[in-house]
């Protein structure tokens, strides 16, 4: 689902992967935010939804989003003729899927639609999250190991990084775009969990 995108690059990104320059382990946080709704039948929780969904742009509500915080410890070297180089970067990636929860018991049979409902929507948002990963693995990629001559204040090379992570920022933006349009198409994923919620009991 649309979502919007708050990150925080520390701008001393490096492009381009040198040979023998390896990515650390690492492991995105990843935390679940629900927010209460109300309803007893499938389409009253899906009323309640569209009143206290998460807004996008202050503006438009919909039923989930998927968020994210990036930040970075990197280490660069003056090499010995007056190139920095980039030796190491550690992201930290906090991942937030917002999600509704009833506020209250359900009645069995709706209980059964509402966790088909939502284990659905679920999904759907952990797509977003490895879309995520994925770019924090291309940043890693397209940076460790990269060497810029003549920079022996380690100055440029973080100028010259910048085009490069918003291409890749860009691009993740983008394949989230279309995953969205696809599973909200119609006949699509979400469009269907949608409609057995409120046809249901």
């Known amino acids: 689902m649309k979502r919007p995108i708050s990150f925080s690059f520390l701008l ?3 492009l381009g992967l040198m040979p023998g320059a390896a990515a650390a382990e690492w492991t995105a ?3 679940v935010q629900p927010y209460a709704i109300a309803g007893k039948s499938g389409a009253s929780l899906y009323a309640s939804i569209g009143e206290r969904g998460p807004q996008l742009g202050g503006r438009v509500r919909t039923i989930a989003h998927t968020n994210f915080k990036l930040t970075w410890t990197r280490k660069y070297e003056r090499q010995a ?3 920095c180089k980039l030796v190491s970067a550690r992201p930290k990636l906090i991942i937030t899927y917002t999600l509704p929860k009833p506020s ?3 009645p069995d049979a709706v ?3 509402w966790n088909a409902f939502i284990t659905g929507v679920r999904n759907h948002e ?3 999250g490895e879309q995520i990963k994925e770019m924090v693995r291309a940043i890693e990629a397209s940076t460790i190991g990269l060497s810029v001559p003549d920079d022996p204040d380690c100055q440029k090379i973080r ?3 910048q085009p490069r992570l918003s291409a890749l920022s860009i691009a993740q933006r983008q394949k989230s775009r279309d995953f969205d349009r696809d599973e909200m198409s119609d006949g699509g994923n979400i469009q269907q ?3 057995k919620l409120v046809n249901g009991p």
Do not use: G
Request: charged residues 30%.
């Open 111 to 113: 209980e059964k639609s």
């Open 126 to 128: 952990l797509v977003h």
């Open 159 to 161: 100028l010259e990084m």
């Open 29 to 31: 946080t990843e935390t």
């Open 104 to 106: 209250d018991r359900l």
């Open 12 to 14: 001393s990104c490096l």
């Open 193 to 195: 969990l949608i409609l």
């Open 81 to 83: 003729d007056n190139a």
